[in-house]
T-cell receptor
């Protein structure tokens, strides 16, 4: 069975600091990778996704993620965070070629301070 | 485009009572999902429908949970009887297709508290 690990449960940053959130998955086959975000009081929404091709994926609001197959990782990055990035971030994976069942990590709560 | 709608948004019940949640997916989306998100954890898939047929219900506790999707549109998830450990947010999502690359769009969720 596939699983997803997010190592940072809570992260606190000052505005303009750089962000990197770790995500590792365990699955021997081909996967599709996602980052979802949940802003306070809002529902889960897609931030970015990787299926194939260029391993550096750009998403909304200046976020990007890099797929490193050899490390089974899909880390999320942003060069300069804003107060409005305060949210919970979830890494998720689906099994390529199978159904569309998302397996989520436990999430990282990011707080950006002014 | 209207998003995924869920109701109620909050529900408080006592253990052993029954409860039902409703979901209306994005218009035209063939695939519908129910996830359970326990506090401090990521969402976990309970059941996936393709039109009105079940694709995956391997993680649905079938002794107490049931779900249906009549006419391939709206869906209802029921818990009977509820246990304390069922306290969670129940998320509904939909996607246009079943394929593993298809984006899932989530509703606001129903927060269930079992006392």
């Amino acid at each position: 069975a596939q699983s997803v690990s997010q190592h940072n449960h809570h992260v606190i940053l000052s505005e303009a600091a750089s962000l990197e959130l770790g995500c590792n998955y365990s699955y021997g086959g081909t996967v599709n990778l996602f980052w979802y975000v949940q802003y306070p009081g809002q529902h889960l929404q897609l931030l970015l996704k990787y299926f194939s091709g260029d391993p550096l994926v750009k998403g909304i609001k200046g976020f990007e993620a890099e797929f490193i197959k050899s490390k089974f990782s899909f880390n999320l990055r942003k060069p300069s965070v804003q107060w409005s990035d305060t949210a919970e971030y979830f890494c998720a994976v689906t099994n390529a070629g199978g159904g569309n069942k998302l397996t989520f990590g436990t999430g990282t709560q990011l707080k950006v301070e002014l | 485009e209207a998003g995924v709608a869920q109701s109620p948004r909050y529900k408080i019940i006592e253990k052993r009572q029954s409860v039902a949640f409703w979901c209306n997916p994005i218009s035209g989306h063939a695939t519908l999902y129910w996830y359970q998100q326990i506090l401090g954890q990521g969402p976990k898939l309970l059941i996936q429908f393709q039109n009105n047929g079940v694709v995956d219900d391997s993680q649905l506790p079938k002794d107490r949970f049931s779900a249906e999707r009549l006419k391939g549109v709206d869906s209802t998830l029921k818990i009977q009887p509820a246990k304390l450990e069922d306290s969670a947010v129940y998320l509904c999502a939909s996607s246009g297709r079943e394929g593993s690359t298809d984006t899932q769009y989530f509703g606001p969720g129903t927060r269930l508290t079992v006392l």
